[in-house]
């Protein structure tokens, strides 16, 4: 009996143990899994502009949900652009693109975690549009807090790309 409750004893020890080195190695990885990822770099710069590429959402808590960044994006050529793909560094991350009428194109999201759709968006000299993005803290589960770095990749038909940078510090 004795014998029963150490085998017991010691692999509840071992499995919380073994929670608590996943739980580390997750939050280890967070902040670098973008660099690499698909989608994440180009040479060529898209002529579309954005006056914010960049948004920090402070710390955020996995119990209040997903948050929303809207970035705004301009065609400022003579010419029209198309925007081909828009790809996220991470499963967590969605993008969606929202014209001047208030339609909505996506979810776009990462590749090789489901169909991703191609964009196909088509901004007119002068347009703009409205790329959201929406970053889930609950889709890593509890291996998900600590601090996040996740981008958008807007690629136009040109090969050029627009990226948008998200920065948070998840808590439970």
Same mark, same amino acid.
């Given at each position: ?5 150490? #085998?017991?004893?010691?692999?509840? $020890? ?19 899994? $973008? ?19 960049? @948004? ?26 198309? $925007? ?30 489901? @169909? ?34 996740? #981008? ?21």
């Amino acid at each position: 009996m004795k014998s029963k409750t150490l #085998i017991t004893s010691v692999v509840f $020890v071992l499995v919380i143990a073994g929670l608590f080195a996943w739980g580390a190695a997750g939050r280890a990885g967070t902040t670098a899994s $973008v660099q690499g990822a698909p989608g994440t770099a180009s040479d060529v710069k898209s002529a579309l502009t954005a006056p914010e590429t960049f @948004y920090d959402f402070g710390t955020i808590s996995m119990k209040n949900w997903n948050v929303t960044k809207e970035f705004s994006i301009t065609n400022p050529t003579n010419e029209d652009i198309t $925007v081909k793909t828009v790809l996220t560094s991470c499963m967590c991350t969605t993008a969606f693109i929202v014209g001047a009428d208030g339609k909505v194109k996506g979810p776009f999201s990462m590749p090789g975690m489901g @169909y991703v759709p191609p964009a196909n968006e088509t901004i007119k000299p002068g347009e703009s549009r409205i790329i959201r993005v929406v970053y889930d803290p609950n889709a890593h589960g509890p291996a998900g807090v600590g601090q996040i770095d996740r #981008i958008v990749t807007l690629s136009d038909a040109s090969g050029g790309t627009l990226q948008f940078e998200i920065k948070a510090v998840v808590t439970p």
